[in-house]
């Protein structure tokens, strides 16, 4: 009986993109959660600026694009990469290092192009507002993005902390399913008890939906797993987060004094 073999470029390609789907179902379900949501059901159907089936849409088309880029950029920086991936040793230490240079590498970049992206009156009216239509985040909005800062943030981004980080195909395949996972729980709109990402991280759920506010539009650029670039740099927007009357929670800024 014949088999045949999945490269590790085509995991690392496809893997993720079957995990947003996944992960973001996930989240459906628990939509219904009133007492765990960051809005209403009603604020999100009447706040959002697009339809569901457009975020989709958007969505889908957006990975296709990615896939085929990144199908592309595996051919041309992979040829070398079975061979190394078969005598590499595997370590904890290895992976812990390569994972955090892959993070770090990554929140660099889509820091200042996020930032840049709404300092650039142009950027953000023709590309950037499309993600912004997403008032109320929800999971599956993760990656509604213009095609063009898919490309940038996403396709690019993911590449440099590739090639920085030196992690084989393989490695990619478990740290960029680790970064969709991270990226669909910071849209989740929800605040669940005992998420590890709540505890874990800074950027959370509650953090960049203060982002997606009208009021924190020019704070907390950050994604999507540190909070260093906003504290450095002057745009971290501290927040209550505080329980709705009617149900779930609501994230407020907090005003802080110039002499803190």
Not at 233 to 238: E, I, N, R, V, W
């Amino acid at each position: 009986m014949m088999g045949f073999a999945i490269s590790d470029e085509f995991l690392g390609t496809f893997v993720p993109i079957i995990v947003y789907w996944v992960y973001s179902g996930m989240y459906i379900c628990l939509g219904s959660l009133d007492k765990y949501r960051l809005h209403s059901k009603i604020d999100e159907d009447e706040k959002n600026l697009v339809t569901k089936s457009g975020v989709v849409k958007g969505v889908l088309f957006q990975q296709t694009l990615q896939a085929i880029i990144s199908v592309i950029l595996f051919k041309i920086t992979g040829s070398d990469d079975a061979e190394a991936n078969s005598t590499q040793q595997f370590s904890l230490l290895l992976l812990a290092r390569q994972f955090i240079i892959a993070m770090l590498v990554i929140d660099t970049w889509q820091y200042f192009i996020h930032r840049y992206m709404h300092l650039n009156k142009f950027l953000y009216k023709h590309i950037h507002s499309q993600h912004h239509r997403l008032i109320v985040p929800y999971a599956y909005g993760a990656l509604y993005n213009h095609p063009l800062e898919g490309l940038l943030l996403d396709t690019i981004g993911g590449a440099l902390s590739f090639l920085f980080s030196g992690m084989s195909p393989r490695t990619a395949i478990f740290f960029f399913s680790f970064a969709t996972i991270k990226t669909v729980d910071d849209h989740c709109g929800l605040w669940l008890p005992g998420n590890p990402f709540h505890i874990f991280f800074s950027n959370n759920s509650a953090y960049h939906d203060v982002h997606h506010q009208l009021y924190g539009s020019k704070y907390n650029f950050s994604q999507p797993f540190f909070v260093m670039w906003d504290r450095i740099l002057g745009t971290y927007l501290p927040y209550s987060l505080e329980k709705r009357a009617n149900g779930g929670f609501e994230t407020r800024p907090i005003k802080v004094s110039k002499d803190e």
